[in-house]
């Protein structure tokens, strides 16, 4: 049965189409992932709306991102060799008449397109087209034709200015960061009004299993004049050797030098559960409160589901306080603003199939049923052998003690008034 929530919603913004997939399919991390997610939530009814109806969901191509776009964060010499289809696919003798062999190699190595981010034939139209999905939807955010919009094949977020890093080769993330913080204009005029409208405020919110390194550092706090717009929290896990190493990927301290009270993390230790996400949903809540945005972006890799091949922690999809759904349910029903939901990790296919899915109709206001059947369709042996949409938590241990979390707690204390300070609010308003 349809929420009385959906009621009176605009229709939810889903970018997909045929070319999209079939580039996204074929990133070497998660090869036909695109496939299998567009699949599923396609199969369970999530994308039906007739054209003279104006239904709760309503679909878009993605135009793909020129080369201004992507230079509104990347540098020139790396968008020259990305987007050239002669450096999309490893070679044994030099096929562009331009670069010798030894020279490709050293500018794959310069560029990051090597070991887990391997050149492959595609290249550039994957680059083009989900970084142009990702601002497709932040067009229908920004245009008040949505007020929720979807990229499942977006949220990279360890590509860097000029290096390719952890299955990313492109910054969408953070190219919806630069534009959702820009004055918002109507595309077909540049009225007074608009020129007056305030800066938006934008809420990054990243829940994949590995650290936000390269949204988190994008932006600085340090030297914008007046109340900071941007804040970035990143939900990880950090430990030695455990990808990706940053400083900025521990607990934040405000007695360190270059704290940045809006560029922030809460590290979390093997094991985290429903239980775990529940005890520190209050800081999360806290901080958005704090800066009251007007886009809410969430990266919703599924990396930190049981199952995964991470095999890091414990979330799982249902069940209660804490699960991902319920997280997401709180956003999406609860949180004021505009939300982009992105994708991100997620190393088993079907499971992030399953949450997407399940994360696409909380948006439509109309929740799956957990324990439904996977409907008949192209993809179905690979949900065995529970055959149902839900992604149950396994038996890992959550080695996320109480006392560790009252120390998470303690310190987001002290970060806490120094965000409504900066932000120039009291701190029980």
Not at 35 to 62: C, E, F, M, R, W
Not at 97 to 105: D, I, L, R
Not at 166 to 190: H, M, N, Q, T, W
């Amino acid at each position: 049965m349809a929420s009385t929530k959906s009621e009176n919603r605009k229709p939810v913004a889903y970018v997909v189409s045929t070319e999209l997939i079939k580039f996204a399919s074929l990133l070497p991390s998660n090869k036909k992932r695109s496939l299998v997610v567009h699949g599923l939530i396609k199969a369970l009814g999530l994308l039906d709306t007739t054209p003279t109806s104006k239904g709760p969901i309503q679909t878009y191509t993605p135009r793909k991102a020129t080369r201004q776009d992507l230079a509104m964060y990347h540098s020139q010499a790396y968008l020259d060799f990305i987007l050239d289809p002669a450096n999309s696919a490893e070679r044994d003798i030099d096929q562009s008449g331009v670069h010798s062999n030894e020279e490709y190699e050293r500018m794959k190595a310069e560029y990051g397109l090597e070991d887990d981010c391997p050149p492959f034939v595609g290249l550039p139209e994957y680059v083009q087209l989900v970084a142009g999905a990702t601002l497709t939807a932040v067009d229908a955010l920004r245009y008040d034709i949505s007020d929720v919009a979807i990229n499942w094949d977006g949220g990279r977020h360890h590509a860097s200015r000029a290096r390719a890093a952890g299955f990313c080769y492109v910054a969408d993330c953070v190219l919806a960061i630069l534009v959702l913080k820009s004055i918002p204009r109507s595309p077909l005029s540049e009225s007074q009004e608009d020129m007056n409208k305030p800066l938006p405020r934008v809420f990054y919110l990243d829940l994949d299993l590995h650290f936000s390194d390269v949204v988190s550092s994008a932006f600085t706090s340090f030297t914008a004049p007046g109340a900071p717009r941007l804040m970035t929290l990143s939900i990880h896990h950090t430990s030695p050797g455990f990808f990706p190493a940053s400083p900025r990927a521990g607990l934040p301290d405000p007695s360190a030098p270059r704290f940045d009270p809006f560029s922030l993390s809460i590290p979390l230790r093997e094991g985290a559960s429903n239980k775990t996400y529940a005890a520190i949903w209050g800081i999360i809540e806290e901080l958005k409160n704090a800066m009251e945005p007007d886009y809410i972006i969430v990266q919703c890799g599924t990396d930190a589901l049981a199952g995964d091949p991470c095999a890091t922690f414990n979330w799982s999809l249902g069940g209660g306080e804490g699960s991902l759904g319920w997280c997401i349910s709180r956003i999406l029903d609860e949180w004021k603003g505009k939300k982009l939901l992105l994708g991100g990790g997620g190393y088993n296919s079907p499971n992030a199939a399953r949450a997407w899915a399940y994360i696409t109709s909380i948006a439509l206001g109309q929740p799956l049923d957990l324990e439904a059947d996977i409907p008949d369709h192209p993809g179905f042996p690979l949900y065995a052998p529970s055959f149902t949409v839900d992604v149950p938590p396994g038996n890992m241990r959550d080695h996320n003690t109480p006392e560790y979390l009252d120390n998470l707690r303690t310190r987001f204390s002290e970060v806490i008034p120094i965000v409504h300070q900066r932000m120039g609010r009291d701190n029980d308003t």
